[in-house]
């Protein structure tokens, strides 16, 4: 049974910054592209950032340059460092993990990020 639990998320100012945890478990993780996406109310779900199972990277132009993906394989995490936080960046943000670049095969149940101004 796959199960991908995030962590993290949480209410801040703008300016602030929030780490997000996804764990991972019932997936070979080091095998295994991981992701986050991210809804807000009324818009579409949106990629935030992936990262390769070698630890390439790529980002939302929204992302780029305030947020960092990475991943430790050892203890079968990812992780999403998110600073200068805007109130744009409210939604709920989903972990994913996939077997291609980039089509999430399994989610997690999504952690909420307010950032308030």
């Known amino acids: 049974q796959v199960q991908l639990v995030e962590s993290g998320g949480g209410l801040v100012q703008a300016g602030g910054s929030l780490r997000l945890a996804c764990k991972a478990s019932?997936?070979?993780?080091?095998?295994?592209?991981m992701g986050w996406y991210r809804q807000a109310p009324g818009k579409q779900r949106e990629l935030v950032a992936v990262i390769s199972n070698g630890g390439a990277t790529n980002y939302a132009d929204s992302a780029k340059g305030r947020f960092t993906i990475s991943r430790d394989n050892a203890k079968n995490t990812m992780y999403l460092q998110m600073n200068s936080l805007k109130p744009e960046d409210t939604a709920v943000y989903y972990c994913?993990?996939?077997?291609?670049?980039?089509?999430?095969?399994?989610w997690g149940q999504g952690t909420q990020v307010t950032v308030s101004s």
């Open positions: 019932g997936i070979i993780f080091s095998i295994n592209a």
């Open positions: 994913t993990s996939s077997k291609s670049w980039y089509s999430p095969d399994y």
